[in-house]
């Protein structure tokens, strides 16, 4: 067997597979079918400084090969993940890494101090959140707003840091390397595309919050197109989501640059996934003789 394992800005993953935050929640329905050892990690659900709960429903809704979501980060808030989720999830055997969410750039730095004293392995950075102080202007949308809450988060932050990117942007290898240049020492990509579906016997759009995000194999050819064109801007790590739904796509999409993957909208029509893309992985590798999962980082050959 192969060598599956992979090392993302010093921290060790048993395999490239990582359950994508706000698809797995915090592991406790998925621990009930395999170990969650099974997995390299856990994103966790997007974390809020204090507890929210989400959006109006209808907020999920099924499109072509794919879901539009507008749940607004449901969740009990950073104090409770960290004294009633992370200490069943520290003893999973997998890295944990802890995806923050904020309205402000002070709440983003007051939760990267709080989690920074904890077990979680690190700490992913969504910037597809409203800015309030910007007028609800995204912070992940131009390279000043990245490189500013990047610098800021990097100072309150001991763990290693992890941006992750929304790809509702023009220029995102610009994106990334306003990041690098501020301190991230991965990235993650891509968040959601923004998306928008209508009914049209009550003419009102199919999810409450008129639109959400876009994710599933929908997405999956946009996602290897910006990972390939941010591999060749950055020289940090680039963990690859956005459509993986097989052990095809999971090699696809490692070519294109990703040296991990996060595995998200998948899990709710096969929660088995992240078990058969390791073990096609496995096969692919040991069909190919290629010793380490980490060679296949970015050995796309382009014409």
């Given at each position: 067997m192969a060598d599956l394992s992979v090392r993302i800005a010093g921290v060790e993953f048993s395999n490239p597979l990582i359950a994508a935050s706000g698809t797995f929640g915090f592991g406790r329905e998925y621990g009930?079918?395999?170990?969650?050892?099974t997995l390299g990690g856990i994103s966790c659900k997007g974390i809020t400084l204090k507890r929210r709960d989400g959006n109006?429903?209808?907020?999920?809704?099924?499109?072509p090969s794919g879901i539009l979501n507008a749940v607004g980060l449901q969740n009990p808030g950073v104090?409770?993940?960290?004294?009633?989720?992370?200490?069943?999830l520290s003893s999973q055997n997998t890295r944990i890494i802890a995806?923050?969410?904020?309205?402000t750039v002070e709440e983003y730095c007051l939760m990267a101090e709080k989690l920074s004293d904890?077990?979680?392995?690190?700490?992913e950075l969504n910037i597809s959140c409203p800015n309030v102080k910007s007028g609800g202007v995204q912070f992940g949308t131009s390279c000043e707003s990245v490189g500013n809450i990047t610098a800021e988060v990097r100072a309150h932050c001991k763990k290693p840091l992890v941006v992750k990117l929304s790809p509702n942007v023009t220029d995102i290898a610009s994106i990334a390397q306003a990041a690098e240049a501020n301190g991230a020492d991965a990235i993650s990509m891509i968040n959601t595309l923004t998306g928008m579906r209508i009914d049209i016997e009550t003419r009102r759009p199919i999810i409450r919050n008129n639109t959400g995000g876009l994710s599933g194999a929908a997405v999956f050819p946009v996602a290897v197109r910006m990972v390939w064109q941010v591999s060749n801007a950055v020289k940090i790590p680039i963990i690859g989501m956005g459509g993986i739904s097989t052990w095809r796509d999971a090699v696809e999409m490692l070519m294109a640059g990703?040296?991990?993957?996060?595995?998200?909208t998948v899990l709710f029509s096969d929660?088995?996934?992240?078990?058969?893309?390791?073990?096609?992985?496995?096969?692919?590798l040991d069909k190919k003789g290629i010793g380490r999962v980490s060679e296949l980082t970015g050995a796309v050959v382009p014409w």
């Open positions: 009930e079918l395999y170990p969650l050892s109006p429903p209808p907020r999920i809704a099924e499109t104090d409770v993940f960290i004294n009633e989720e992370l200490p069943r995806n923050i969410a904020g309205n904890t077990d979680v392995d690190m700490i990703a040296s991990a993957l996060q595995i998200g929660p088995y996934a992240p078990v058969k893309i390791n073990e096609g992985l496995n096969e692919y």
